[in-house]
């Protein structure tokens, strides 16, 4: 089994939304897979009840005991674990990169987020696991984003090649336990979501199942 660690140090960047996504793109591509909460705000957790039956099964996780976790639900089966988890969280965030093959830092294109990544950064650093900063919530038409990436390569820090933009089609289905690729299959976000999860799945080195494609 695999697991990605969504982590930051800042609030609202989209590590909830970008978890759900990734753990329904997977599940797409034909991988059993599980998503754990580390937040107690248990974000992920409600919208994975809001699914009823419908994969990805989720799980809370406590993070001094997410190693354990992992371990006993890829014995149950599972391939790909999905790890959301709170802000703030230095313990908590470290022991995700830890338990992970891969960490992605979702960020967003600001001057402000751009500066706080550090914190996270060096956490991810300090797990010793691969890790890219995912540009997410950009505006379209704008010249933020190439900017954001412009000052991440600068300070030769990883970059995910995939940029998340601000489309409400992310925001919209998840208050009723969906996400993009099932309210808006044939949308933007549904194909910046199936074009992050070939180049994550790629980087996981997981064996291609099933042609993707958002719609
Ligand atoms: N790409 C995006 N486009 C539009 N809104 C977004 C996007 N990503 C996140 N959001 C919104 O930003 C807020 C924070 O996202 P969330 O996933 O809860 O972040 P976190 O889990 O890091 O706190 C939410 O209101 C969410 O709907
Ligand atoms: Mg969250």
């Not at 993009?180 to 080195?205: D, H, M, R, S, Y």
């Amino acid at each position: 089994m695999k697991a990605v660690a969504i982590i930051s140090q800042k609030g609202g960047v989209g590590k909830t939304t970008i978890a759900a996504h990734l753990a329904v793109a997977a599940e797409r591509a034909d991988f059993t897979t599980a998503l754990f909460d580390t937040d107690p705000q248990a974000s992920a957790m409600k919208w994975a009840y809001l699914r009823k039956d419908v994969p990805p099964e989720a799980f809370a996780a406590q993070p001094p005991v997410l190693r354990e976790q992992l371990a006993k639900i890829a014995q149950a089966g599972a391939e790909l674990a999905i790890i959301d988890t709170a802000p703030n969280a230095d313990v908590a965030g470290s022991y995700a990169a830890k338990a992970a093959d891969l960490v992605l830092i979702p960020c967003k294109a600001s001057y402000l987020d751009l500066d706080a990544i550090r914190a996270s950064v060096e956490m991810a650093q300090s797990s010793g696991k691969p890790f890219f900063i995912l540009l997410n919530d950009v505006t379209v038409g704008t010249t933020v984003g190439a900017e954001a990436a412009a000052a991440i390569k600068e300070a030769e820090l990883p970059l995910a090649p995939i940029v998340l933009h601000h489309r409400m089609d992310y925001v919209t289905p998840l208050g009723g336990g969906q996400t993009a690729l099932e309210a808006t299959p044939e949308g933007k976000a549904a194909g910046e979501i199936v074009a992050l999860w070939t180049w994550l799945a790629g980087q996981l080195e997981l064996p291609k199942k099933t042609e993707m494609n958002a719609a």
